[in-house]
């Protein structure tokens, strides 16, 4: 049986840090990823990781910001999330696929129940 658990949300100011992770139990996958969805929003790509090549995508929204990486020992995928900004206020997902890099959340077949994240200013 598949299960994704986030961890790692939080109450932070502008410009502060977060790194939230996923932890993925009965099997790997070849793409991780990170969506967030804010309130009347919709569901929108944050970045995504090959499993086995580690090739990483990233929405223009927080490319140089946030960093997502995996840890193969651990199965699991981290999202370090720096200099953040009011508008990354959201309930961020992760979600497990078998298409590569993808940034369509309909190419993901399990997801995280998500863990929030409140960017004050």
């Known amino acids: 049986q598949v299960q994704l658990g986030e961890s790692g949300g939080g109450l932070v100011q502008a410009g502060g840090s977060l790194r939230l992770s996923c932890a993925v139990s009965?099997?790997?996958?070849?793409?991780m990823g990170w969506f967030r969805q804010a309130p009347g929003k919709e569901r929108e790509f944050v970045a995504a990781i090959s499993w086995v090549s580690a090739l990483t995508s990233y929405s223009d929204s927080v490319k140089g910001r946030f960093t997502i990486s995996r840890d193969k020992a651990k199965n699991a995928v981290n999202l370090q999330m720096n200099s953040l900004k009011p508008e990354d206020t959201a309930l961020y997902y992760c979600a497990a696929g078998t298409a590569v890099l993808s940034a369509q959340s309909h190419a993901y077949l399990y997801w995280g129940q998500g863990t929030q994240v409140t960017v004050s200013s």
């Open positions: 009965g099997r790997t996958f070849t793409t």
